[in-house]
């Protein structure tokens, strides 16, 4: 098993920048499929990012692409958001999430097994 501890989210002005980090801890981070997924209420959870063992392949949603960056540090035990030119539609609860049943970054909830506790991200216009 794996835990994963969200952080790093808060209030930013539309056009900004945050970092999000998901640290984790348990079994070897690096045999995890990694991912990052956000939900607003009343919404379903939204795929966002997805990272390969090694960090070699990414995944993005359409919404993102260009202005978030996944990441990780297999060494730490860390996975990271970089989100820039953020706007008012990625106000949301961002969750990592991880999976060692693949072989390639996946883009549903369900294929994820392990879920962190999330941290809202408030972007104001």
């Known amino acids: 098993q794996v835990q994963l501890v969200e952080s790093g989210g808060g209030l930013v002005q539309a056009g900004g920048s945050l970092r999000l980090s998901c640290t984790a801890s348990?079994?070897?981070?690096?045999?995890?499929?990694v991912g990052w997924f956000r939900q607003v209420p009343g919404k379903e959870r939204e795929f966002v990012a997805a990272i390969s063992r090694n960090g070699g392949s990414t995944d993005y949603a359409d919404s993102v692409k260009g202005r978030f960056t996944i990441s990780r540090d297999n060494v730490k035990n860390m996975l990271y958001l970089q989100m820039n030119n953020l706007k008012p539609e990625d106000t949301a609860v961002y969750l990592c999430?991880?999976?060692?049943?693949?072989?390639?970054?996946?883009?549903?909830?369900?294929?994820?097994?392990?879920w962190g506790q999330g941290t809202q991200v408030t972007v104001s216009s």
């Open positions: 999430a991880a999976t060692s049943r693949y072989s390639d970054p996946r883009r549903r909830s369900y294929e994820y097994a392990y």
């Open positions: 348990g079994r070897s981070f690096s045999m995890y499929i």
